[in-house]
């Protein structure tokens, strides 16, 4: 089954950090454009990131400046670098193909938990 995985997730205080991995396959990981979202239960799931094939990388206002986005492209990972991490980062984060070329493809997430 197509899928692409999340890991790195896990507990943290309040202004650390946490680097999230997102590992797919060639049949999976979308060269062309690569997304992160998170959700958190009861609200709409969030778009934060996004790295395109040259790797410009976009941001959501609530992430910019404190998370970075970037790829692997030979090893098909995808990774956000978390800092100073705050209790409204607490979410399931999850990865995403991001380009019509794609097929559509959600990973499982993996939950950060941040706390003080």
């Known amino acids: 089954q197509a899928q692409l995985v999340e890991s790195g997730g896990g507990p943290v205080q309040t202004g650390g950090s946490l680097r999230l991995s997102c590992s797919g396959s060639?049949?999976?990981?979308?060269?062309?454009?690569m997304a992160w979202y998170r959700k958190v239960q009861g609200r709409e799931r969030e778009w934060i990131s996004r790295i395109d094939d040259n790797g410009r990388a976009l941001y959501a206002d609530s992430v910019k400046g404190r998370f970075t986005i970037s790829q692997d492209k030979a090893k098909n990972l995808l990774y956000l670098e978390m800092n100073s991490l705050n209790s409204n980062d607490t979410a399931m984060y999850y990865c995403?193909?991001?380009?019509?070329?794609?097929?559509?493809?959600w990973g499982q997430g993996t939950q950060v938990t941040v706390s003080s």
């Open positions: 060639g049949d999976t990981y979308c060269v062309g454009g």
């Open positions: 995403k193909t991001d380009h019509p070329r794609c097929r559509l493809v």
